[in-house]
């Protein structure tokens, strides 16, 4: 089992900066892809960004170079900072993690319970 507890959100006006703190719990960090998602209302669940085991990471093209995703293995944290924040960026922001498992078992992942994040006008 791994838990993750989100930490960071609150308001920010347009073109602010926040910076999101993932902190994992349980089972081994570094085996598992970190990732944030984020879900504004009324809309599907979406994909950030993620990194990898081996530190490779990649951007949904509304946050490419505005965000950045980064791990560290010795904290048990993967970190998203938000830059030049704009007021669609508004939403629920969950970790993620993704363990992969070789046959038979199944991959794993997990989630966190989320942090709000409010960008005003």
Not at 21 to 35: E, H, P, Q, Y
Not at 41 to 54: D, F, M, S, W
Not at 74 to 101: F, G, I, W
Not at 105 to 111: G, K, P, Q, S, T
Request: include cysteine; aromatic fraction near 10%.
């Amino acid at each position: 089992q791994l838990q993750l507890v989100e930490s960071g959100g609150g308001l920010v006006p347009a073109g602010g900066s926040l910076r999101l703190s993932c902190a994992a719990s349980g089972t081994v960090f570094s085996l598992n892809d970190m990732g944030w998602y984020r879900q504004a209302p009324g809309k599907q669940r979406e994909l950030v960004a993620r990194i990898t085991t081996t530190g490779s990471t990649d951007y949904a093209g509304s946050v490419t170079g505005r965000f950045t995703i980064s791990r560290d293995n010795a904290k048990n944290t993967v970190y998203l900072q938000m830059d030049s924040l704009k007021p669609e960026d508004t939403a629920v922001y969950y970790c993620h993690a993704h363990r992969e498992r070789p046959p038979p078992y199944i991959d794993l992942d997990y989630w966190g319970k989320g942090t709000l994040v409010t960008v005003s006008i």
